[in-house]
């Protein structure tokens, strides 16, 4: 890139062409006052403030942040005359502005209000004209008090470039221009809250807020978020040991200042009424309230009875997803060196087995090798069973950023008609066939191979089993893939073409594919096409990336199995029948694996206790019983157990049948690191003290292995993680002090130190994932994230409760009609294991024949439904 | 939604989806077809923006920017008959604030709004470029000069009785 080299305020600089004056300023620490430009955002150029005094051939007055560099510019920030300006401009904004900033909640970190004082401005000349428009409060997260708006256009950007949503805009013209809906109706959009962090007033405000502290009394601790994988920074604001709002920060984390609803407002779970303060145990039935000494001496005791009689495997235990990693290093490490008993496992893993071991192939062969903020700078985005606006919101915003900044290039493709705005020249939305989706991708690599989109020769001198793959591939069918995924011919191949394009591309492999029972048939598919995709086999050889990203759905469901919840796998995906690793993991432990650990059971820990083998289960921070995709086996299989211990932050369904209760610490109370779907490791920090006498995760894990005699001291998680990096290669070099400052990447190590690997393609059989087709239940139920909730957190957040308070069943139109069911009517939905009552929307996104439900709405356990992935339900409209 | 559809329930979609048919896949169409919506409807009624705003792609609030940016389009029902009484410089001198005071005394509107028999709009505009025959009022397509409050008076009598 062509760099420009000029002086601002006597400060030479070296910027990158085709930046503006106003952005090179920032990057190099020299202020210039703006209210409306935002480096996130497109340039607007209206607020006026930030004339500045150029001179390139000759001298004159340019807005800084719509001029962009050129060589030899000199720059000069604070004139005279530049200062009479600007203060004539603030004294035209401040005509209408109401100074209401003693009950505003802005004050202090509002930039009307710092510019206002830094200019020292007097007095207006004018009469101050006030508006007196009425507050607009229609929704519980967001208001906009117009009085306050300087017109600045930064919250019409962010809605538009961020969200993609343009839910707001500049209506009317002239002195009656407002920021408002169409018709002022009542906002509809993605609830982001972005408008209220760009805002550089008091228009735009946080309700959840609403007056509980002024902004200089706040203490802003920096944290990851504990909602979904993308892994957001948040900034936590605290005061009188509570948080009273989150923030963000666009220089920090991954997500430039973005977050979706349950970032910024769903933080009120924290200092919920109903969260568990004290241990409970069960007496006559009923949970009781007790002191941390007898819960643990009893847990201790019940847990050495039960190893003493039937053996330390009858005990099973179920990691989190939402826990840290060291919660969850630790979990493990006391489930098989204190309980002895390798049957542990946690959700992410029960859900789709195969994907721990081709996620780590797939890093190993230097395929999902880049973070998940590289998505921002993709040429072509592939998209492949994942609803980004849903499950991972913000990395939709990275997506659109690359969009809008690179003319980047779109492709969706999923059953559902996932709902995803965006400005890309090239979108492509394959809508294929339940259950196709390995028929679709093998058509993509036909169509590069048929038509060589890539070079053949290189492909086949550097990978093994490229011929088989062609043969495999030449009896394939075109016309037929065609007529299977219902996507047309045209299509598969403009995608085709789009996906060997030269540059950056990113495919995001979603939850439809990793949970179908078909996926690892349909993942390796995906890793063939990746390899075919090589930039070394494209016409811009060596240029560009090609990264495979796969959903993860809770903010550590990477990290609990990284860290080795899993049955068969030690931290690092080491495989417990590895003599040299055992032995090495041993010997830190300082333990001897009992041989019943490594008779590995094929039976998981659910089907374990099916089948009576299980005595007691130890569950950490994971509603099992409302999670498990076949509600009628989880309840059969919790009845069997005679002792369940339950660690968590809320008295969850599966809470209420332990035994023991154990009150554990939310993210907010607790310092770790989680790793997000990107392979990221981000450190989280202690805002606020635990309520009541909630502790950490692993500080509970540790009492409980002392108080079974076996030492376990540590201090904090920066001990555990250096214990983690010693045991696992794959965490080489990482450091918990450093984390601070800067993430670390795990996959992008790890496959540096594997660049020689040769790729061999997988052989994948094109083949339909079996639909049982049922004359009594005609529908298939699918299901998914959900924007507005997830988990335990989100239900007990009071502002996501209103603003998305009910659960709906998504019903194609012409089923809809069929049925006569209307939009919000109370249908049954019912499967040969259950029914469930919910109301109705009906849409045109789904196909016909196919129902969906979000699984993220804790309270309406869709699970009780299901006994596979895609179970046969019936849909009628429930009489009353 | 679903109120507001019944409110407006004479809407007649379909020549709003026929002018949409020439635009699909065309970048910058918002104001050409607002124009010619405008033109097959007399206005922009709600379903009709909520109708395009879904077929171009783009959301109900930034079409609305739009048309209430551009003082050419309209939100409300206009009359058959468009009263434009202008308020320019030599056309204030010579007493338009009478003429408009007139017209709505007349047909009992203020500026911007409908009678009630959807015979008359009321406008006041900045010039219309015939200050030698000021005071000006035009009427539609026609340009009445040197109009008194009297005048006025029996030129939109005469329009009141040829009707639509």
Not at chain 1, 336 to 343: A, M
Not at chain 1, 658 to 685: C, H, S, Y
């Amino acid at each position: 890139m062509k760099t420009i080299h000029l002086v601002i305020e006597d400060k030479p600089i070296i910027a990158p062409e085709g930046i503006n004056i106003f952005q090179a300023s920032l990057d190099n620490g020299i202020y210039i006052p703006g209210l409306c430009y935002h480096p996130k955002l497109s340039q607007f150029g209206g607020c006026r403030l930030c004339m500045v005094e150029v001179t390139e051939r000759r001298t004159g007055h340019r807005f800084a942040c719509a001029h962009p560099v050129s060589e030899g510019m000199i720059v000069k920030v604070n004139t005279p005359k530049v200062i009479r300006y600007r203060k004539s401009v603030m004294e035209y904004l401040l005509v209408h502005h109401e100074l209401s900033c003693p009950i505003c909640d802005k004050a202090g970190e509002c930039s009307l209000q710092d510019i206002t004082h830094e200019l020292n401005q007097s007095p207006s000349r004018f009469k101050a004209v006030r508006m007196d428009y009425p507050m607009v409060r229609d929704n519980p997260v967001l208001e906009l008090n117009r009085n306050r708006c300087i017109l600045c256009g930064r919250c019409v950007s962010t809605c538009k470039e961020i969200e993609g949503i343009a839910a707001i805009d500049f209506q009317n013209r002239g002195i009656k221009t407002v920021i408002g809906t169409a018709f002022d109706r009542p906002l509809e959009c993605s609830f982001c809250g972005g408008c209220v962090a760009v805002c550089p007033t008091g228009a735009w405000q946080d309700r959840t807020l609403g007056f509980k502290g002024r902004s200089w009394e706040f203490s802003k601790v920096p944290t990851i978020c504990p909602y979904c994988s993308v892994g957001c920074t948040i900034i936590l604001n605290t005061k009188m040991e509570s948080v009273r709002r989150v923030t963000s920060d666009d220089y920090l984390g991954i997500n430039e200042g973005n977050l979706c609803i349950k970032g910024r407002f769903g933080h009120e779970f924290i200092h919920s009424p109903e969260r568990i303060k004290t241990p409970l145990i069960r007496k006559n039935g009923e949970l009781y309230p007790t002191s941390w000494d007898e819960a643990i001496e009893y847990v201790a005791k019940r847990f050495q009875q039960i190893k003493n009689e039937h053996g330390g495997t009858a005990i099973g235990g179920i990691g989190s997803e939402k826990c840290t990693n060291e919660d969850n290093y630790l979990f493990q490490k006391f489930c098989r060196s204190v309980l002895g008993t390798d049957n542990i496992d946690n959700m992410a893993n029960i859900k789709s087995p195969a994907l721990n071991g081709l996620i780590y192939e797939s890093v190993i062969h230097g395929m999902t090798s880049a973070s998940l903020k590289e998505i921002e700078h993709a040429n072509t985005l592939f998209f492949i069973g994942a609803d980004m606006t849903e499950a991972h919101p913000v990395a939709g915003s990275m997506a659109r950023k690359a969009i809008r900044l690179n003319n980047a290039n779109l492709i969706i493709a999923n059953v559902r008609g996932v709902q995803f705005n965006s400005i890309a020249r090239n979108d492509i939305r394959l809508k294929y066939a339940l259950g196709s989706q390995i028929i679709l991708i093998n058509a993509l690599i036909k169509v590069i191979i048929d038509e060589k989109l890539v070079d053949l020769e290189k492909v086949e001198t550097s990978t093994n089993n490229f011929d088989k793959l062609r043969s495999l591939i030449d009896k394939f069918d075109r016309e037929e893939a065609s007529k299977i995924t219902g996507v047309t011919q045209d299509a598969i191949r403009n995608a085709a073409l789009l996906l060997t394009k030269p540059g950056n591309c990113y495919i995001i492999c979603g939850k439809d594919i990793e949970e179908n029972p078909l996926a690892e048939d349909a993942i390796r598919a995906l890793m063939n096409l990746c390899a075919l995709l090589n930039p070394a086999y494209r016409g811009d050889a060596g240029s560009g990336k090609v990264s495979l990203f796969f959903s993860r759905s809770h903010n550590n469901s990477q990290g609990v199995n990284d860290v080795g919840v899993v049955p068969g796998f030690l931290p690092g995906y080491v495989n417990i029948n590895d003599a040299s690793n055992k032995e090495k993991i041993e010997k830190s432990w300082g333990v001897k694996f009992p041989d019943t650990i490594l008779k590995k059971d094929a039976e998981n820990v659910i089907d374990l206790a099916l089948n009576s083998k299980l005595k007691a289960l130890y569950i950490m921070g994971e509603n099992l019983v409302v999670n498990y995709p076949n509600g009628k086996k989880i309840k059969e299989a919790c009845k069997k157990i005679d002792f369940i211990v339950v660690q968590d932050t809320f008295l969850t369904e599966t809470a209420q049948l332990a035994d023991v209760v154990l009150p554990a610490a939310t993210f907010a109370e607790k310092e770790g690191t989680f790793t997000n779907m990107g392979m990221t490791v981000q450190r989280i920090n202690k805002a606020v003290k635990p309520v009541g006498d909630a502790k950490p995760d692993w500080q509970i894990i540790c009492s409980l292995a002392q108080k079974m005699g076996h030492s376990c001291s540590y201090v904090s998680p920066k001990e555990i993680l250096t214990e983690i990096e010693t045991i696992s290669p794959m965490y080489a070099g990482i450091n918990y002090d450093r984390l601070k400052r800067k993430e670390f990447h795990w996959a992008s190590s790890v496959s540096n130190k594997n660049k020689s690997t040769r790729y061999t393609f997988s052989m994948v059989k094109p083949r339909s994932s079996e639909i049982r087709k049922n004359k009594d239940f005609p529908f298939v139920l699918l299901t998914g994230a959900s924007l507005n909730h997830q988990g335990t957190f989100s239900r007990h957040s009071k502002s996501l409760m209103s603003v998305a308070p009910e659960c709906f069943v998504e019903i194609n139109k012409k089923d809809a009609q069929v049925l006569q069911i209307n939009n919000g009517d109370r249908v049954a939905i019912e499967s040969d294991q259950n029914k469930l009552t919910l109301k109705a929307k009906v849409t045109s996104k789904l196909p016909e024949r196919v129902v969906f439900v979000s699984e993220d709405y804790e309270w309406v356990p869709v699970n009780i439904l299901r006994d596979r992935v895609h179970t046969s339900v019936k849909i009628y409209k429930e009489t009353v | 939604m679903n109120d507001q559809s019944t409110k407006n329930e004479t809407i007649d979609i379909s020549k709003v989806e026929k002018i949409l048919e020439d635009y699909k896949n065309t970048r910058g169409a918002v104001i050409p077809v607002l124009q010619k919506a405008q033109a097959a409807y007399g206005f922009l009624p709600e379903p009709v923006i909520d109708h395009i705003a879904q077929s171009l792609n783009m959301s109900a609030d930034e079409i609305i920017g739009v048309a209430t940016f551009y003082a050419q389009f309209h939100l409300k029902p206009r009359g058959h008959h468009i009263v434009k009484v202008c308020c320019g410089t030599a056309c204030h001198v010579k007493n338009a604030k009478a003429l408009s005071s007139k017209v709505r005394e007349k047909l009992k509107i203020n500026v911007n709004e409908t009678t009630e028999d959807k015979l008359f709009t009321f406008e006041e505009v900045s010039c219309l470029g015939a200050c030698g025959i000021a005071p000006v009022v035009m009427i539609d397509e026609e340009v009445h000069g040197e109009v008194s409050p009297d005048k006025l008076n029996d030129v939109l009598d005469n329009y009141k009785k040829s009707g639509v």
